[in-house]
């Protein structure tokens, strides 16, 4: 089991920044390629980032890229998410999620473990 706690969320201006992170215990943090994801009110869930084991790969969304930055530290079992220039198109929920899968993979249903969801508003 590997339990997963997101932090960081809030009310920002458009144009404006927040970091979100996500700390991980129960299991070897370095084992899972982890990922960023937000569902919008009637909205499907929609992956933001991903990043694998290492760090050294990484995968944005269209809708992100060049604004967000995925990272991790294994060391703190911390994945972080720098988003700047936000647009309150981003507002949503934001899900850490963490994957046993042999590549860092972009569908919800291949993570095998989420966290609760920290909420991202930006207004305009």
């Known amino acids: 089991q590997v339990q997963l706690v997101e932090s960081g969320g809030g009310l920002v201006q458009a144009g404006g920044s927040l970091r979100l992170s996500c700390v991980a215990s129960?299991?070897?943090?370095?084992?899972?390629?982890m990922g960023w994801f937000r569902q919008a009110p009637g909205k499907e869930r929609e992956v933001v980032a991903a990043?694998?084991?290492?760090?050294?790969?990484?995968y944005y969304a269209d809708s992100v890229k060049g604004r967000f930055i995925i990272s991790r530290d294994n060391y703190k079992d911390t994945m972080y998410l720098q988003m700047n220039s936000l647009k309150p198109e981003d507002t949503a929920v934001y899900y850490c999620a963490a994957g046993s899968s042999r590549y860092v993979v972009l569908a919800p249903g291949e993570y095998d473990y989420w966290g609760q969801g920290t909420q991202v508003t930006v207004s305009s």
């Open positions: 129960g299991r070897t943090f370095s084992r899972f390629n």
């Open positions: 990043i694998s084991r290492s760090g050294d790969s990484t």
